[in-house]
């Protein structure tokens, strides 16, 4: 079976580095394959969802593409630099972010320390032995997020206190901070009431253009709204690649997963 | 505000941060008083063999404390590491011992030290820092004692089994500091000097950053956060903090010898900084108080009541036992449950700081 052609390939992209360019690339798990010889490419600014039934591998493509896990075989390239062999946080400091399926906040810190610790993360106040200041600019950078998630209200507020959603969201501030260039984005709108998810969809919009991202969705409606570009795995491998209207209409896809009742579910 | 005064992440820390600041001001003033005047009606030897001691070990202690408690580290090498400052300001310096020591002034001589032991520190943390749990332990626990065993059979360097005797702090300003109260105030400058420095790092992004490695190291390197050169830098610093108090010791004791950084002295180190609590800077100061006082007059207490006296470790055993049977977070938790059993409303049985 070849290789399927991505949808960027097919809409011509020139000469310009890629966003993100997977070749060949697999995660074996002692004999098994969680994800096997996956071509991927988006373009900068792509907004690109990755979908596919429990298991398909969606996960483990993040867990590889951030350096979480490193990938068996294949090779990776993030706007054009090969970063196969780099650990996490060299990628993250090149412009990749990921939020995670299940949070992994700071529950003891604040709202607004837990965004301050992402963006020193790439930062060179890493190691600094001082305290920051009222007027610190990565701290007034960190207060701008806390808006743009909608989490004025609670940001002083220990984290282990917030609502589900509002973790959620700040799942997604941590990721923005320190000026992304590509975000990885794992089921951000698992468990979240209607009306969060609405504003989900607001902040994914709203998020400038030349922030491409990938998003990991059971939930149809937000993956297929925000999403310029469908993915389809299944099985560890990719399966079809198209845009959303494609998608939903092609026939196998809905076979395989529009209609074994998970859509729709968190 | 947060913004200048964030919380420390271990949970409900928050809470209690504020009772802190309301409450404890008032008691340090009157601790800092108290140890300022400390030398107008104690001797020699409370100032000496009591204090001078506490404050030296406890530094020691808090370079463990900063580890285990902001970075989840537990690290049995920092006696060693005091030990190496120790040996290099007796090697680089003054002793008795002048076929080896260079006999170099003191303001080259202590910087060295502290260089050499922050560069051991490091070495070892390199080491140390891609093992978790039970495994720092004994990997440090290994680089003690291959530190005790080397320096008992080296006599180039460390001059073997008798060490270094005749180690004296300078005569700096025309005092002798190694007298009682020179003594006393230049051991409860440092310890107050390296307590401020480790509450002040606490909530600085380097601290604040090896609390969440602490916590969710796979997290810290999702934000571009160095995870095993965090942990190294913090062994580093934990260097400085126990090579100034293995100066200080050596200078007390006016000798280093092999048996200072033996396997013995690097387990008090840990039981110090337990019984006193990891989660604050003036824990493993605590700690430390207790076990001098124990150390010192156990074996009289047990003679008192019968006993014999070489049995003093013992009662250190058992108050080390009672202390974290009682209280995981040794005596400064003991002492925050009690405040939260006050606290309590008897009637509702809610309230305080309890969660």
Not at chain 1, 139 to 162: F, G, P
Not at chain 1, 213 to 228: C, G, K, N, Q, T
Not at chain 2, 118 to 141: D, P, Q, S
Not at chain 2, 222 to 231: P, T
């Amino acid at each position: 079976m070849n290789a399927p052609t991505s949808i960027s390939e097919r809409l011509g992209a020139t000469g310009t580095a890629n966003a993100l360019e997977l070749r060949g690339v697999s995660k074996f798990f002692g004999a098994l394959a969680a994800m096997e010889d996956i071509n991927l490419t988006v373009r900068p600014g792509e907004r690109r969802a990755v979908l596919g039934s429990n298991g398909a591998g969606k996960t483990t493509l993040f867990n590889c593409v951030t350096g979480d896990f490193p990938s068996t075989t294949g090779n990776i390239r993030f706007f054009g630099e090969d970063i196969t062999a780099f650990p996490a946080h060299e990628r993250i400091r090149r412009g990749l972010r990921r939020t995670y399926q299940i949070s992994l906040l700071f529950t003891g810190l604040s709202v607004v320390d837990n965004i301050y610790l992402s963006s020193v993360g790439v930062s060179r106040s890493r190691f600094s032995f001082l305290r920051p200041r009222r007027d610190d600019a990565l701290m007034s950078a960190a207060e701008n997020l806390v808006r743009v998630v909608h989490l004025d209200d609670v940001k002083d507020t220990v984290v282990a206190e917030l609502a589900y959603g509002q973790q959620r969201q700040l799942e997604i501030a941590m990721a923005l901070a320190g000026a992304p260039r590509f975000i990885l984005f794992d089921e951000p709108a698992a468990g979240l009431s209607p009306t969060e998810r609405a504003e989900l969809i607001e902040i994914l919009m709203g998020l400038p253009g030349h922030m491409g991202f990938i998003i990991i969705e059971h939930d149809m409606d937000v993956a297929l709204r925000v999403a310029e570009s469908v993915t389809m795995m299944h099985n560890g491998r990719i399966f079809k690649e198209g845009k959303p209207a494609e998608i939903e209409e092609d026939e196998e896809v809905q076979a395989l997963y529009l209609g074994d009742g998970s859509h729709g579910h968190g | 505000m947060a913004v200048v005064d964030p919380p420390t992440f271990s949970s409900g820390e928050a809470a209690e941060r504020l009772t802190w600041a309301e409450r404890v001001p008032a008691a340090y003033w009157v601790l800092a008083i108290v140890l300022l005047v400390m030398p107008a009606f104690a001797g020699n030897f409370v100032l000496n063999d009591i204090f001078g001691r506490t404050f030296y070990t406890g530094i020691i202690a808090l370079s463990l404390m900063f580890l285990a408690g902001y970075g989840g580290m537990v690290s049995l090498v920092q006696m060693s590491i005091a030990g190496v400052g120790g040996y290099m300001v007796a090697i680089f310096g003054v002793s008795a011992i002048d076929t080896i020591s260079l006999g170099w002034p003191w303001y080259v001589a202590i910087p060295i030290a502290l260089v050499v032991a922050v560069l051991f520190g490091t070495l070892a943390g390199w080491l140390a820092v891609r093992t978790e749990g039970i495994y720092t332990i004994m990997i440090t626990l290994a680089i003690a004692a291959a530190f005790f065993y080397f320096t008992r059979q080296n006599y180039v360097v460390f001059n073997g089994f008798s060490g270094f005797n005749g180690v004296l702090p300078p005569k700096l300003f025309g005092v002798d500091w190694q007298q009682a109260v020179p003594f006393y105030y230049l051991t409860l400058f440092w310890a107050v000097v390296c307590f401020l420095v480790v509450l002040y790092l606490s909530r600085a992004p380097f601290g604040l950053a090896l609390q969440g490695v602490r916590d969710n190291p796979r997290r810290m390197a999702a934000l571009g956060y160095n995870v095993i050169g965090h942990r190294v830098a913090a062994y580093s610093f934990a260097a400085i903090l126990a090579g100034i108090g293995g100066i200080l010791q050596t200078w007390n004791l006016a000798q280093i010898s092999p048996g200072t950084a033996g396997i013995g002295p690097v387990i008090d180190v840990l039981i110090i900084a337990v019984i006193g609590g990891l989660r604050h800077p003036i824990g493993p100061f605590i700690g430390a108080f207790v076990f001098v006082i124990l150390e010192t007059f156990a074996i009289d207490a047990l003679i008192a009541v019968g006993l014999a006296g070489d049995r003093f470790q013992l009662l250190i055993g058992l108050g080390f036992l009672v202390i974290v049977f009682w209280s995981p977070d040794g005596i400064l938790g003991l002492w925050e449950k009690l405040r939260a059993a006050r606290n309590r409303d008897p009637l509702l049985d809610r309230g305080g700081d309890a969660p």
